[in-house]
């Protein structure tokens, strides 16, 4: 029963300062006086895409449902304000599985002193939907877009990339914190986060941006679980490519100015690994370079939704 | 392609002065700076729940789907600022689906002047689900509540019920202007939009508000799309019982003080008619009441999500 489930999660949701109003009428009420350059992003996982309940601790899928929305605000730069959440539930034992979700949401809530503010409770006789809207506000310096690389600027990415599906895109931690951090103290003229894949979602900031990309394949920093996998399919693909093309690391890819790139390498300010993997260009397109500077195509890979 | 359709999305979508960044980044940006006590609601609807793909045409899926959202709004008496849509598409003619839902959402966006902010749009082999959150904003009056009804308030509410299946439910005007004419020129304690069951809903108010309402059932306006559905399932249940438990009326359920209501009544001053259904009183729960002054309880009726 929903009134149940809203009153079991008030008694579970600690004060919050932005919110004058939570769960329980027909829409939240926040105080967003500080605020005036809002972000506003919304991600929907579903079970049998993003992740099985068959396999995994319903936690575990609350978890990584808020942890894919909170990487969406680090892409942009943004401070995490307030969430509203909405499920669909399976009829047979939709309320433990609520439950178990927000447990698996609630501490990465008060990890980045984010507001759950509401949601909406449905159920019906298909599989569970998580639909997350998380509000952000950009810090002074403004939102971080996908459209403001520059020829000449490095790519620097966080971590390491490829497969993820052994375990880390479901207990991957969001950059917000790293974004932020970046974003304060050096130029950034770009960012997104890598969900779909790495050359998938660079494919996505040279689109926006209006240039191309050369990646250097030697310094993509390739990740052990990619390693793993490879050796586990023994399909032929390569580690490389693995971690060109899996996609849910959470990740940051950036677009940082010569200077800022070599600052930010020398300094290395993050509990994670900064590294340099190649140089936005003038020519569109995504591109590999060798050591002995030979170019040739990068086709973009990843998921891709297909629509038909 | 999701690219594709952002591609189709943003060449339709209208330019808006709230919008710094419309949809194909990771987050999109809000101007919220002349807003500070704003108002987040969600919500989300299947189909063969909400509606029934294989009866209807998509747009009017679109559109109910968000002019519920809208509705939640005019609950809280708020102005619609910005929105955005989560799709979950059947893989197979999802593209040409979502681009009627969309024709179906975006004249009502451009009516209330929504920015159509960004969305998420996802494919799978299941049926489409639709969650939509839009951000609203309250007046200098403050946002309508659940619980602000006090005994001697009077139960007026717009419009009739009952048989909203027969139609109603799929073009229905959310009372988004209505709320906010009435909050400007009339004390309002408390309010709730029709989406349950009128007495579903009004229950709703009393456990927010603490105190109990005597409904006037003689006074109810019962929609003719009542009459015609009691006559058509011949089932036994009458048309009053129809416009008490139906739901989807989307239409408002408002705590008046006396004073107010009464001048509320005599000016009329929507195109659509007021009308007063009883009493908020001290006692709790829901009773009806008969031109003899007898009061019995009143079940409260309506759409509840089962959740086992």
Chains 1, 2 share one sequence.
Not at 60 to 66: E, F, S, Y
Not at 67 to 93: F, H, Y
Not at 200 to 219: F, M, P, Q, R
Request: charged share 25%; proline share 7%.
């Amino acid at each position: 029963m929903e009134r149940e489930f809203i009153t079991w999660l008030r008694g579970r949701l600690p004060p919050h300062p932005l919110l004058r109003l939570g769960p329980g009428d027909d829409a939240a009420v926040l105080n967003l006086a500080d605020s005036t350059q809002c972000v506003l992003t919304v991600d929907m996982l579903t079970d049998g895409v993003d992740f099985k309940l068959t396999e995994i601790d319903p936690r575990h899928a609350g978890r990584k449902a808020l942890a894919a929305n909170l990487s969406d605000l680090a892409a942009m730069a943004a401070r995490p304000l307030a969430g509203v959440i909405a499920l669909c539930l399976p009829q047979r034992g939709g309320l433990d599985l609520a439950v178990a979700l927000y447990e698996g949401m609630l501490p990465l809530a008060e990890q980045y002193n984010l507001a759950v503010a509401g949601g909406d409770t449905n159920s019906w006789d298909g599989p569970l939907v998580v639909s997350i809207t998380l509000l952000g506000e950009a810090t002074d310096r403004g939102p971080l877009r996908r459209g403001g690389a520059r020829p000449g600027d490095r790519i620097v990415v966080t971590g390491a990339f490829g497969g993820s599906i052994l375990g880390r895109h479901l207990d991957f931690e969001p950059r917000v914190l790293e974004a932020l951090e970046l974003h304060a103290n050096y130029e950034l003229h770009a960012g997104i986060d890598v969900s779909d894949g790495l050359s998938l979602d660079l494919s996505h900031i040279v689109e926006e941006s209006g240039c191309g990309a050369a990646v250097n394949t030697a310094a993509v920093p390739v990740a052990d679980d990619a390693r793993r996998l490879a050796e586990r399919l023994a399909d032929g693909s390569t580690p490389l490519e693995h971690a060109l093309s899996d996609g849910e690391d959470f990740e940051l890819i950036l677009a940082v100015p010569p200077d800022d790139a070599r600052r930010m390498l020398a300094e290395q300010p993050l509990d994670v690994p900064l590294t340099d993997i190649g140089e936005f260009i003038v020519e569109p397109g995504l591109w590999q370079t060798n050591p002995r500077g030979d170019r040739r195509p990068l086709p973009p890979r990843g998921w891709e939704h297909s629509l038909k």
